[in-house]
Nanobody, 121 residues
Framework: QLQFVESGGGLVQPGGSLRLSCSVS????????MSWHRQIQGKERALVAE????????TYADSVKGRFTITKHWAQATATLEMENLRSDDTAVYYC??????????????WGQGTQVTVST
């Protein structure tokens, strides 16, 4: 069965770094694009970073470009989001997502449960 395990959230000071991980099982990891999204308090959930199934051609929201890096790690079947030079306005709940892809049963996508990132002194 499909299983996502998100980890790495927590409290960090401005300018600090944090690494979020999304471990995946139960799907063909290489077939799924992966992405990270966040929901800032009082705002709608928004795309932060995404990467294709092959693990290349990453793209980023303008607000995080140059500071965040999304990677697919094949041996661990894990997607990570490395966050550097964090700012207070990066505070949000972060969610990983697999897909969507087309399958015989229809479009398939899956969301992680979310992990809290708080950037504060």
């Amino acid at each position: 069965q499909l299983q996502f395990v998100e980890s790495g959230g927590g409290l960090v000071q401005p300018g600090g770094s944090l690494r979020l991980s999304c471990s995946v099982s139960g799907i063909s990891f290489s077939r799924f694009a992966m992405s990270w999204h966040r929901q800032i308090q009082g705002k709608e959930r928004a795309l932060v970073a995404e990467i294709n199934g092959a693990g290349d051609s990453p793209t980023y929201a303008d607000s995080v470009k140059g500071r965040f890096t999304i990677t697919k790690h094949w041996a661990q079947a894990t997607a990570t989001l490395e966050m550097e030079n964090l700012r207070s306005d990066d505070t949000a709940v972060y969610y990983c997502k697999a897909g969507p892809i087309w399958a015989p049963s229809g479009w398939q996508e899956y969301w992680g449960q979310g992990t809290q990132v708080t950037v504060s002194t």
